[in-house]
């Protein structure tokens, strides 16, 4: 039987191909994050089942919970979330990319959990492309910095960088925060950081995630349209 959510699921791979084609991109550069705060397990293992290959958890404690009956299907794991340190624990046991390093605090923490256990944590910074107060992540002057940091701690690997923008279902509002958010990893690029490839973007949600590919996001973080509104 088609569940809503594999039907869901068949419209947006199309629409992700799509707008990669349009922008004259391989559509298999584009990953999709199926992001699933609040959703609960059975729903997210009907996703996998369906196809989702990458899963996006926002809170430890909710994922913790999904982790147990979960762990056994075929998915990666990606926190999204705002991450406090004393969840680094967890976050690097659990979490095949971390998408939030925003301090050099954080990423010290991650670093010495993913240590204790002999992990390469992977990880991307989370830019506050547009300085509102209420947003998180680090400000773009600052990310060149805290890249040149993150290189001296041996249990992280930078891939990339990830953002929030300032406004929600405004695609054409929202452009240029990403197009900032590539034009600064471009510019990080040229620093050459060792062991360094900055091959991921993480931009883009459901009323947005089109704008993101055509500006280059590999990593697209997509809710609502796959499992419906959340409660
Ligand atoms: C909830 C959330 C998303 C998904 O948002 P939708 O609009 O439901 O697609 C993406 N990224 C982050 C960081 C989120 O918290």
């Given amino acids: 039987m088609m569940t809503a959510i594999s ?72 926190f999204i979330g705002h991450l406090q340190t004393n969840k680094a624990k967890y976050a690097v046991r659990q979490f095949d990319l971390i998408h939030t390093v925003d301090s050099s605090r954080v990423a010290k923490a991650i670093n010495r959990e993913a240590a204790k256990i002999d992990k390469i944590q992977k990880i991307l910074i989370q830019v506050n492309i547009s300085k509102e107060e209420t947003k998180l992540g680090i400000e773009t002057e600052k990310v060149a910095e805290l890249a040149e940091e993150i290189v001296q701690l041996d249990h992280l690997r930078l891939k990339g960088l990830m953002t929030m923008p300032p406004f929600f279902n405004a695609p054409e509002k929202v452009r240029p925060f990403f197009r900032r958010l590539r034009d600064t990893r471009d510019q990080l690029r040229q620093r050459n950081l060792p062991g360094v490839d900055l091959t991921e973007l993480s931009m883009g949600m459901t009323g947005d995630f089109e704008v993101a590919i055509a500006e280059g996001a590999t990593l697209v973080r997509i809710g609502t349209a796959i499992f419906g509104e959340r409660a």
């Fill in 7 to 78: 039907q869901n699921l068949t419209a947006i791979q199309t629409h992700i191909t799509q707008a990669a084609l349009t922008a004259g991109r391989a559509p298999d550069e584009v990953q999709l994050v199926a992001v699933s705060k609040t959703i609960a397990a059975e729903d997210i293992r009907r996703a996998i089942e369906s196809g989702v290959t990458v899963l996006g958890e926002n809170y430890i404690q909710e994922a913790r919970a999904k982790f147990e009956q979960l762990s056994a299907l075929p998915a990666a794991w990606h």
